[in-house]
Every structure is written in structure tokens, then in C-alpha cells.
């Protein structure tokens, strides 16, 4: 079956460390751009975190930038989002996704499958 | 940061009726431009890439239009299954940004 799994939710102090792990399965993993998008209760999608299959591109949002690390093992067929210096407003539902490419430097920033999420709670 | 702005934030109809949902983007972002299904506890599904292309699997009752600055995401006749919150996504420019959704109820 096609799907990603992502894990390593819970609850968090402020100023804690977190870190997410997505399992592929179903597909080439290593042909795919991997993405981090988050829910705040409430709220709408944020996209937080990308990254190419060869990881000759990563980006990340402005409001992550510099806490937040993104990385994959595609021998492991796995992503990651490390959080460190963790905020209130960093509470939210992480979701998976992925990403089609169509060659080494072209890829579709839309997200064609996406996992069921991890909470990630930031509170004291 | 292009800002994606969706109206209306609720949509109230029947079963069997017709849903026409907008998104307005603060510049144009061509046609690259994504629809998204979200249901509570469910894993977020794509609808639309594009602008217009329907992904894997959905149904043709589904259809995007658009261009620029102005999409339009149809459904042509609900099904119990569509009530659910909808957004749209571009790709136009980093940061990739989503709108706010539009929730599609039970009248």
C-alpha cells in the first residue's frame, strides 16, 4: 500500500526538542521531493519544511528557519523534521507529504500524498 | 509571500447541489495552482493540480478552472462524501503558501 506514516508527536516544553520521522512505503522513495506541512488548532495548512529527492534542495519557512532541520535516508525510505528551541505557536498537527519530480532539477511543489499527521504540543 | 484568500469560508448545500468555491491569489501565480480535500483525522487528499488536472482517482465531479490570480474549484453535484474543508495551494513562488479554506456543510 502507498503511504506515509508519520511519528515522534507529543508533548513538549517551550524551548524543547522534537523529532518527526515519516515512513514511506508503496512507492520509489528516492525519486520524490518530501515535505513538511502543519495544522495549528484552528487554523489552516502552513507548509514548513521541503527537500529534493537528492537533497540538492531544501527550503524552509521563515517562521522555522534556523530551529528546524529537514532530512531523509532514502536507504531507509524515511523523513525528519528535527525542532529544537520549540514555541507555543509550534503546536500544531505535522503532516508528510510528497512531492512528484519529473527530471534532477524539476519538481512539482504540489503534494500528491500526504500521511495522517503527528500532534506536536508545545506547552509547559 | 503570495497570500491565498478563499471565499466563502462556509459554503451551506444539499446533497445533489452544485458547489463553486474561489481562490484569489495576491499575485499571479500562472496556473500553478492545487486543491486539497481535508477531513478530520484523515490524511489531506489532492484534488486538483494546476489549475485544472484532475489527480489519481477523483472523481470527474470535481474541476478546477483558472488563471492569474482567479480559481475556481467545482463540484459539480455533492456527494455525502464531499463535506469536508477545502484549500488551495500555489507554487508559484517560495514560500509555498495555502489559503484559509473553505468549509463545504450540510444545509
Known amino acids: 500500500e502507498v503511504q506515509l506514516v508519520e511519528s515522534g508527536g507529543g508533548l513538549v516544553k517551550p524551548g524543547g526538542s522534537l523529532r518527526l520521522s515519516c515512513a514511506a512505503s508503496?512507492?520509489?522513495?528516492?525519486?520524490?521531493?518530501m515535505n513538511w506541512v502543519r495544522q495549528a488548532p484552528g487554523k489552516g495548512l502552513e507548509w514548513v519544511s521541503s527537500i529534493s529527492s537528492s537533497n540538492s534542495y531544501i527550503y524552509y519557512a521563515d517562521s522555522v528557519k534556523g530551529r528546524f532541520t529537514i532530512s531523509r535516508d532514502n536507504a531507509k525510505n524515511a523523513l525528519y523534521l528535527q525542532m529544537n528551541s520549540l514555541r507555543d505557536e509550534d503546536t500544531a498537527i505535522y503532516y508528510c507529504?510528497?512531492?512528484?519530480?519529473?527530471?534532477?532539477?524539476?519538481?512539482?511543489?504540489?503534494?500528491?500524498?500526504w500521511g495522517r499527521g503527528t500532534l506536536v504540543t508545545v506547552a509547559s | 509571500e503570495i497570500v491565498l484568500t478563499q471565499s466563502p469560508a462556509t459554503l451551506s448545500l444539499s446533497p445533489g447541489e452544485r458547489a463553486t468555491l474561489s481562490c484569489r491569489a495576491s499575485q499571479s501565480v500562472s496556473s500553478y495552482l492545487a486543491w486539497y480535500q481535508l477531513k478530520p483525522g484523515q490524511a489531506p487528499r489532492l484534488l486538483i493540480y494546476d489549475a485544472s488536472n484532475r489527480a489519481t482517482g477523483i472523481p470527474a465531479r470535481f474541476s478546477g478552472s483558472g488563471s492569474g490570480t482567479d480559481f475556481t474549484l467545482t463540484i459539480s453535484s455533492l456527494e455525502p462524501e464531499d463535506f469536508a474543508v477545502y484549500c488551495c495551494q500555489q507554487r508559484s513562488n517560495w514560500p509555498l503558501t495555502f489559503g484559509g479554506g473553505t468549509k463545504v456543510e450540510i444545509k
Open positions: 507529504a510528497r512531492a512528484p519530480e519529473c527530471g534532477s532539477s524539476c519538481i512539482y511543489w504540489f503534494f500528491d500524498l
Open positions: 508503496g512507492f520509489t522513495f528516492s525519486s520524490y521531493s
